[in-house]
C-alpha cells in the first residue's frame, strides 16, 4: 500500500490489494500527510476486515433505509411508539433525505444534531426545540444506522459516538402531590379527565399507549385485571395489572354513564370509533381552575410508585409499576423527605 501523484490530478492516489485485485483510489487531498494518515486508515480498515469494494450503502438512498427500518422493526411497535418514529423519520429525511447511506458520516450527524437543536417549535417561535427531542431522534437515527451495519449495507455506524444534549435541566422537577391539591384538581376537572386522573393515581399506567388508549375488552371487571393485548413499550409492560377496589368502582360507574358509545374507554369527542388523542389542554386548564403551577400529568405515576413505595416491598412496586427491574424505580420514587425524618427521630 502506497500513495503517488497521478498525472492530470492535484489529489494524491493510494493503491491497496484487496482480494487479490490491486485497487487505486484518490484520497480527494492535496496534502501528503493527510494522505499518508487516509492510507494508514484504509490498510487499518483492511485488515479489521470493516472495508468492502461496493458496499450497498453506495447505491442505497436514506429514505430506503427507513422504508426497511419501518417494515422491519416498527410494524412491531406499541401504537405510540410507531406515532413517535412517524415524527422522527419525518426530521430526519428533511436533512437527510436524498444522500447515499456512504455519503452520511459524524460530522453530517453533528450538523444535523445542531442545526435541529436551533429550530423553532412549531407552535412556540420563541422557543427552541428541545435537546430531549433532538437525542430520541439521534437514537433513531443511532438503531437506522446500526441496522445498516449488521445488514452489511455500510461498514460502521456514524452515528454511535454522538454525544447527546443533556436533559434534566430541561425537565420540570417532579412534583409530589399534597391530599389537598388532589382533592382541588378532582374538583375542577371535567367528567373524562376526572376519571383518567383517578385511574392514573391508582394504576400508574402511562398515560397514552396505557390508559387512555385501553378498550373495554382489556377490563375484566370480574376478574379484576386490566389484561394488556397489544404491543407496549416493554415486556414487562404487557402483564395483566390488578386493579384496587377504587379504581374497579370508578370504571364501573364510567361504563355505565358511558353506555355502549364506544368501545374505548376514553373515546375520542370527534369520532367516538377512536381514542381520545390528547388531554393536555383539559389537563392545563383544570391546574390553572384549580390554582396550581402546571406539572405533567405523567407525574402522577412517580406520585403512585412513591405511594406504594410506602407500604410495599421493592418487589411489589415493581411488579406494581410493571418494571422490567426494581432499578427503574429510583427514576420514579419521587424524594421521601418526611418518610426519612420519621425514621431518623427514633435514632435521637
Known sequence: MGIYKRKGSRYYWM???LDGIQQRVSTK?????LAVKISKRREGEIALGVFRVGWAGERMRFEDLCEEYRESHVSSLSNSSKDAFKSHEKHL???FGGRMLSEIDTPMIERYKNDRRHQRTKHNPDRTVKGATVNRELETLQCMMK???QRKYIGGNPASGI??????????PKKRIAPEEFV???EKSPPHLRVGILLLEQTGNR???ELFSLTWSQIDLDAGLIRFDVPLKTKASGEPEPLSRLALDVLRWWKAQMNGISDFVFPSPRDPTKP?????TAWRNTLKRAGIPHFPIYHLRHNFCTRVGRVASDAVVTKAMRHSSAETKRHYQLGMVEEVREAMNPAN
Open 147 to 149: 441496522m445498516a451495519v
Open 15 to 17: 493503491s491497496y490489494t
Open 276 to 280: 381520545i388523542r390528547s388531554v393536555k
Open 93 to 95: 429525511v428533511r436533512f
Open 29 to 33: 487531498t492535496t496534502s501528503k500527510a
Open 163 to 172: 454525544e447527546h444534549f443533556p436533559e434534566l435541566r430541561e425537565r420540570p
Open 184 to 186: 382541588r384538581i378532582l
Open 207 to 209: 398515560t397514552y399507549s
